[in-house]
């Protein structure tokens, strides 16, 4: 079955980094992204890649610190997280763009 499945969660100190990745299992899909939620706030994207040909796309909230990339012979979808803050620290999900399939999450905390 189609399977998102996301690790590399973590506890970092401020201005930490770490590195998500999402390993993809049969499916295909022209665009995926991650996607953030913290405790009382709404679902937000963060980053989001064209798989046919790498274009990315960043919340302005995260553009110059996180980046996502992927290897198509991993099927892995990455997210590198750079001078991580407090209020990065949510629950990170993988997901297809249109938001149809999404992976459990993994935890990011920040302190």
């Known amino acids: 079955h189609v399977q998102l499945v996301e690790f590399g969660g973590g506890s970092v100190q401020d201005g930490g980094s770490l590195r998500l990745s999402c390993v993809v299992s049969?499916?295909?899909?022209?665009?995926m992204a991650w996607f953030r939620q913290a405790p009382g706030k709404q679902r937000e994207e963060v980053a989001s890649?064209?798989?046919?040909?790498?274009?990315?796309v960043a919340a302005d909230s995260v553009k110059g610190r996180f980046t996502i990339s992927q290897d198509n012979a991993k099927n892995t979808v990455y997210l590198q997280m750079n001078s991580l803050k407090p209020e990065d620290a949510a629950m990170y999900y993988c997901?297809?763009?249109?938001?149809?399939?999404w992976g459990r999450g993994t935890q990011v905390t920040v302190s």
């Open positions: 890649i064209y798989t046919g040909d790498g274009r990315t």
């Open positions: 049969r499916l295909r899909s022209n665009c």
């Open positions: 997901a297809t763009c249109d938001r149809l399939i």
